[in-house]
Structures are given as structure tokens and as C-alpha cells.
């Protein structure tokens, strides 16, 4: 039994006459004919009625027509997801991410998608939420890695995971052994802020806000990592994300409402994804959905926060 057969079949059942069936397939009407015989002989008996007014199934006919009709539907189904899936393993994908956040989650990330794509190459570009989330709206990326400080019209996102938040102290601070802290335990303390124009600085002033601290602000940096250098060296206290925990410092965690901030996937519109980006969009929604909060404390150099 072949495909044209098939199609032969259907088309002749839906115009009611050879004629129409072949102009319909673009063959002439003896091939047509000597085709559809090739395929009675195959299923044992007469499909159609054959008459000088045309063409009417026969019984087989009318219970052979939706197994025809839905063997052509699985086998075009088929060729569309194998033509997709073609598409998604080559090409270019543009992907932004948080500069706290890439040396973190881009390593795993990367890994399992450049072992399942080898051929899709993958171009970043790193900057504050708000700054990608422009990009993101201008076409600029076709992904963005970042936090909930992103989000606005024009994008659509989907959570990936929360990533608490956690006070961070020098080893000598008077607050670094209290144990678990409430936000206001920080008021009136000299605190270390991410610059203005930094998504998680407005995350860090939103926390502290919604307890009625206002942060006694003595330096401001661009990178996580002097705020925590300046932290560690005694200069001021900070809040943190738990991803970024490292040797050195003291963390604790924050009594309830504990603070956290929200990493997600963000695109403009799944359906304008190309076949590539949507690859990297559904890699990583597996692997960080598929991580637990053990594998995560892996994952984030294994710092504790107490």
C-alpha cells in the first residue's frame, strides 16, 4: 500500500468521479485508475461503485475512507514535527542573563542543551533585569534569565524557581550569630546596595520596605560580588540571593515572610519563537524544574546559609 494510493482513494471518494480525482493529483486518469485497482487487489475487493455518473464507495469503501483519511493526517503530523525538529537543531539563539546569576545557572543550562543541539549556537548577552527585558521588547534576544525586576508589558515569562534571600554579614558582626532575623533586626545598620537602574537592588528595597525598614546606605556597587567583598570585610550588611553564597561570609536566613526573589524564563511570544529558541526555552524550564533544593544547593557552590 503506498501514500499516493492513499491519496488517489480520497480524492476520487471526495470529487465522485476519476476524472475530477486525477485533475485534482495532477496525474492522468489511466495511472489513477491502474493505481486504485492495485490497492482493491490489496485490500481483497471492490472501493467504489464505478458507473458513466461516477464513482460511489462501496461498503469497503465507506469503511476504508477514515482509516485512509487519518493514516494520511498521522503520516503529515509526522512529517511537520520531524521538519520541526530539524529546524530546532540548527541555528542562532540570542540569550540574556542576570550577571549574578549566568556563572550559576548558565553552566548547567548550556551543558545539557549544547549535548542535545550541537548545532544551535547560543550568543549571550548579560545586563540588569530591566535592561534585558528592553532588549527582550526590542528583539534584541530571543530569551532572557532574569527576575521578577524585568517584567512589564510585551513579554511573556514562566517561573523557573525562588532563590531566598539571605542576610549577609562578616564573620565578627554583632547580628552574624543571632540566628534566624526579622528584616527590622537591619534597621538603622550600615547596608550595602546593587547601584540604581539594578533590578535586585528595587527586590532588596521592595523586602525592606515591606517591613518598614528604610537601609542606612554607605557604598553601592554594580557587582554582587563587591557588595559581598565590601560585606565581608566589615564595611556593611547586605541582603543577598542564596545562589550567590560563598566562603568567607556569614548567612542567615530571614524570618516570615521570608524575602525571596523569582528567576524565569522570559520570551516576547511562545508562537513567534523560532524552532531554536523554543528548544532553549523548553531546556531550560527541564532542568530547572527537574532540580530540587538539594540539587540547587549543588549548584550553588554548596554554601549553606546558616
Known amino acids: 500500500m503506498e501514500v499516493h494510493q492513499l491519496k488517489y482513494f480520497l480524492a476520487v471518494a471526495q470529487s465522485g468521479t476519476f476524472t475530477g480525482a ?12 491502474a493505481q486504485l485497482a492495485k490497492l482493491e487487489e490489496e485490500l ?6 464505478r458507473s458513466r455518473r461516477g464513482a460511489r464507495l462501496t461498503a469497503r469503501g465507506l469503511l476504508f475512507r477514515p482509516r485512509a483519511a487519518e493514516a ?18 540548527r541555528g542562532l539563539v540570542t540569550l540574556g542573563c ?11 543550562l548550556l551543558k545539557t542543551f549544547q549535548a542535545e ?13 530591566p535592561a534585558l527585558a528592553q532588549a527582550l521588547r526590542d528583539g534584541e534576544v530571543d530569551l532572557v534569565l532574569m527576575d521578577e525586576a524585568g517584567l512589564g508589558p510585551g513579554m511573556e515569562a514562566q517561573t523557573l524557581f ?13 547580628l552574624a550569630h543571632q540566628g534566624v532575623l526579622d528584616l527590622m533586626d537591619l534597621a538603622g545598620v550600615p547596608f550595602i546596595l546593587m547601584k540604581s537602574g539594578h533590578g535586585f537592588r528595587q527586590i532588596v528595597l521592595d523586602a525592606l520596605a515591606s517591613r518598614g525598614v528604610e537601609p542606612l546606605v ?7 560580588g563587591t557588595v559581598q567583598a565590601l560585606v565581608e570585610a566589615g564595611l556593611g550588611v547586605s541582603l543577598v540571593p542564596r545562589m550567590v553564597c560563598r566562603p568567607g561570609l556569614v548567612y542567615r536566613p530571614i524570618a516570615d515572610p521570608a524575602p525571596s526573589r523569582t528567576l524565569l524564563v522570559a520570551f ?9 529558541a523554543e528548544a532553549l526555552r523548553r531546556t531550560a524550564w527541564r532542568v530547572f524544574q527537574q532540580m530540587s533544593y538539594t540539587t540547587k544547593d549543588d549548584l550553588f557552590n554548596g554554601q549553606k546559609p546558616i
Do not use: K, N
Request: proline letters at 10%; charged letters at 20%.
Open 22 to 33: 486525477a485533475l485534482a493529483c495532477h496525474v492522468s486518469q489511466p495511472s489513477l485508475s
Open 44 to 49: 481483497g475487493g471492490p472501493l467504489f461503485e
Open 72 to 89: 494520511l493526517r498521522q503520516l503529515e503530523s509526522g512529517r511537520q514535527e520531524l521538519e520541526e525538529l530539524a529546524g530546532r537543531r
Open 98 to 108: 542576570l550577571p549574578t546569576t549566568g556563572a550559576y545557572l548558565l553552566p548547567p
Open 117 to 129: 543541539y550541537p548545532d544551535i549556537t547560543v550568543q549571550l548577552r548579560e545586563g540588569s533585569s
Open 162 to 174: 525562588r532563590d531566598p534571600l539571605l542576610a549577609a554579614f562578616a564573620p565578627g558582626h554583632a
Open 218 to 224: 554607605v557604598y553601592e556597587s554594580d557587582e554582587i
Open 268 to 276: 516576547r511570544d511562545a508562537s513567534s519563537l523560532s524552532p531554536g
